[in-house]
């Protein structure tokens, strides 16, 4: 189960857009990578690299410090487990802080538990995405992410209103807090059933694709009980072997 997300295809370099006969260069969306391990860090960087700018940083003290220095990224995937300031707390920063709290933040991370997950959707992650990291899983995830709206001022207007028909009510307006707040909810709801439901049980349940087995229901059923004469009184007597 996961978060529900606007939907953003990466732009090109270069796209065919043209303004007063003048070609329009676009950058490429800029992913800002936080992690300690340099294996996650390259893996992550060989996925990325083809469609994004990436920038990395090993630690949550240089992630902040590194946004609080140059121009916002469009994206932030971040792992929790990290020696000094973990995910959770560098996630907490950002959204305390009006100039970063729109940056969207994917966490990335070992920690599998439903309650880690609900914690950060919790603090404002808008996906989870566990390791070991999945080529597939990440190049599906992070397009659909929300995008950050841009601080660099890139078109004027345009951009503006490239990002309104890109992005939706996303990220910082209410509507997307209400929905953060129903996956969290979602996410704690299938931590539940998982209790005493099989995952993959669980987890179709919540899809939607099958009846839930704790709505009351009433439905027909025939029953028929057989009695053998004097099978108990042959069994007592018997070789069970026989």
């Known amino acids: ?38 294996a996650n860090v390259a893996l992550l960087g060989e996925i990325l690299k083809p469609d994004y700018r990436v920038k990395v940083a090993v630690d949550g003290e240089r992630a902040l410090r590194l946004l609080a220095s140059g ?17 959770y707390e560098v996630c907490r920063r950002l959204k305390a802080n009006s100039a970063t709290r729109s940056i969207p933040v994917i966490f990335v991370t070992s920690m599998s538990e439903v309650e880690d997950e609900a914690r950060g959707l919790a603090l404002g992650g808008v996906d989870y995405i566990t390791k070991p990291v999945s080529l597939p899983i990440v190049k599906a995830r992070v397009p659909h992410a929300p995008r950050a709206p841009s601080a660099r001022g890139r078109n004027g207007a345009h951009d503006c209103q490239a990002r309104g028909a890109g992005l939706g009510a996303r990220g910082v307006e209410p509507d997307a807090r209400a929905t953060r707040g129903a996956e969290v909810a979602q996410v704690e709801r299938l931590g539940r059933l998982k209790r005493f439901l099989s995952p993959s049980v669980a987890d179709l349940l919540l899809s939607g694709t099958a009846e839930d087995p704790l709505k009351s229901h009433r439905r027909e059923i025939v029953a028929v009980f057989v009695d053998l004469r004097g099978f108990t009184a042959f069994t007592e007597t018997s070789d069970p072997r026989t």
């Open 71 to 87: 121009s916002p990224p469009d994206l932030i995937l971040l792992d929790i487990m990290m020696p000094g300031m973990d995910g």
């Open 1 to 38: 189960m996961r978060p529900v997300r606007g939907s953003w295809e990466p732009p090109q370099a270069v796209t065919g857009d043209v303004r007063e006969g003048v070609p329009v260069v676009r950058e490429r969306p800029t992913v800002l990578v936080v992690d300690d391990t340099p």
